[in-house]
């Protein structure tokens, strides 16, 4: 098993790693208790930003960046998973692989969008020259029905505008009325994170640079990643990842927030939000980057999480694989607030409601506080390592704590988090455990906390003061 990964290891091609090598992996994978039940996670190796969620051939599509020899950032590919039901993915492997002359050290991320029998892929090719300075470029790709990419071989945007640097990545792009439009996560030569705005009469373009997304006056640090605009309720949502933005404008404790802004209505000529909402955090809780969402043509706007944080070295890494995805939820907006509810196929997961304190891995926990009372949940394991919330209606308040939930990792960022909610109002909460992920879904979805913990103990158990819990055992799908 590789223990160094020095700069030749992470940038190997792909047809020099041997099978056996993956074997060997795999292996070790197979030994973990740590593995998921029914959260999508890599089969080996790293798993991070979601890629290209669409609806394609009668089918769910969704990528995501994949280096399948290690639980590092190595060369990335697109790895493929399809879905009849948004729950259960089929795990195609990498699909969307690096190595041309537009992506020699990388296919990064990006997004797509079916035009005509085929679904389109726009993607950041990482391209570095013999000094390592990178030259990113914005390439394309065709999917046809038989799950078959053949890569555009010209890159459809070749350099970033003067102005902006070589951080110019995460394409996402979506069409309006007979234009196609391009979000790109970029850097300004002063040091800003901006979004840039591209536009196109046909998906291959020619793209021309248009504006930069006005979503906010505020500062939003020194680089936006994974710009992501949909439509809620008709109304523009932003979610995004501004990399050193200041405490003053998004109070958050991770390394970097996942953000989102909220707008009344949407100017398509200048490329503004209308009274656009202060930024916010779109989850509350210790692991969540790059969502990735688009509005599907059932009518719902779904998006999906990764579960895991750059620049973040988790337990399960030394077992050769690393993150997972979040459930799929459904985006609604109500009284100005965007609410994320794990999409309503989940329920098919439901398999029997549990009496005794011992629960399965794979397990809901739904829960309700009245007004003005303080309680706790707790889900221990039989090594007496836990994950404690704590409600506090009286004050609108919930923290959750994984300071003794297992292997302690990224303690630098703290190992509690909490969030407020409306004092003196009862507070309703689902809680859905996967054995190393928990997802908390506050009030009908208006927040949400979500972290992974890595437990020794392999038996779940749970107390609760003042509180009654319902309890269910979720099927294994994995």
């Not at 948004?86 to 020699?104: I, N, T």
């Not at 394309?140 to 010209?154: H, L, R, V």
């Not at 996942?258 to 398509?268: K, L, M, R, S, Y």
């Amino acid at each position: 098993m590789i223990t160094k990964w020095t700069t030749a290891l992470r940038y190997k091609p792909y047809q020099e790693w041997s099978k056996q090598e993956l074997i060997d992996i795999k292996q070790k994978i197979d030994q973990s208790h740590w593995r998921l039940g029914y959260h999508i996670q890599p089969s080996t190796g790293l798993l991070n930003d979601p890629n290209g969620f669409s609806y394609f051939n009668n089918q769910w599509h969704l990528f995501y960046q994949s280096f399948p020899y290690g639980a590092v950032h190595g060369l990335k590919s697109w790895a493929h998973l399809t879905s009849d039901d948004l729950v259960h993915w089929q795990d195609h492997g990498p699909a969307l692989l690096p190595g041309d002359a537009q992506d020699s050290h990388g296919a990064y991320s990006g997004s797509a969008i079916p035009v005509g029998d085929k679904l389109f892929m726009m993607y950041t090719g990482n391209v570095r020259d013999e000094n390592w300075i990178r030259h990113p470029k914005q390439d394309g790709a065709w999917m046809d029905k038989d799950n078959q990419i053949k890569k555009i071989s010209t890159p459809l945007i070749e350099n970033p505008k003067p102005g902006y640097t070589d951080h110019f990545r995460d394409p996402q792009i979506i069409k309006h009325e007979d234009t196609y439009y391009c979000l790109i996560g970029g850097r300004r030569a002063d040091d800003t994170g901006h979004v840039l705005v591209y536009q196109a009469p046909e998906v291959t373009g020619p793209w021309s640079y248009k504006t930069e997304l006005k979503f906010t006056d505020k500062d939003c640090g020194y680089m936006i990643e994974c710009p992501n605009l949909l439509f809620v309720d008709n109304r523009p949502v932003l979610m995004f990842c501004p990399q050193g933005i200041e405490q003053d404008v998004l109070q958050y404790s991770n390394v970097y927030p996942n953000a989102v802004v909220i707008g009344e209505d949407f100017d398509w000529e200048t490329f503004s939000f209308i009274n656009p909402s202060a930024i916010a955090n779109l989850d509350e809780g210790f692991d969540v980057y790059a969502t990735h969402g688009f509005n599907a043509p059932d009518g719902r706007a779904l998006a999906v999480s990764w579960v895991g944080l750059p620049d973040t070295t988790y337990p399960s890494d030394e077992e050769g694989w690393a993150n997972c995805f979040s459930l799929v939820k459904e985006l609604k907006i109500k009284d100005d607030h965007l609410y994320q509810i794990p999409v309503v196929e989940n329920n098919q997961l439901v398999k029997e409601t549990l009496n005794s304190k011992e629960i399965t891995p794979q397990a809901k926990l739904s829960f309700k506080l009245g007004a003005n009372l303080a309680g706790s949940i707790t889900l221990k394991t039989e090594l007496n390592e836990e994950l404690q919330i704590i409600l506090d209606t009286t004050n609108g308040k919930i923290l959750v704590d994984r300071t003794n939930a297992g292997v302690p990792f990224a303690t630098d960022f703290g190992t509690t988090r909490s969030t407020k909610v409306t004092a003196g109002k009862e507070i309703q909460a689902d809680l859905y455990l996967d054995n190393t992920v928990f997802e908390l879904y506050v009030n009908g979805g208006r927040k949400v906390i979500t972290g992974r913990i890595f437990p020794q103990g392999k038996q779940f158990f749970v107390e609760s003061e003042n509180i009654e819990v319902k309890k269910v055992s979720l099927d294994k799908i994995y």
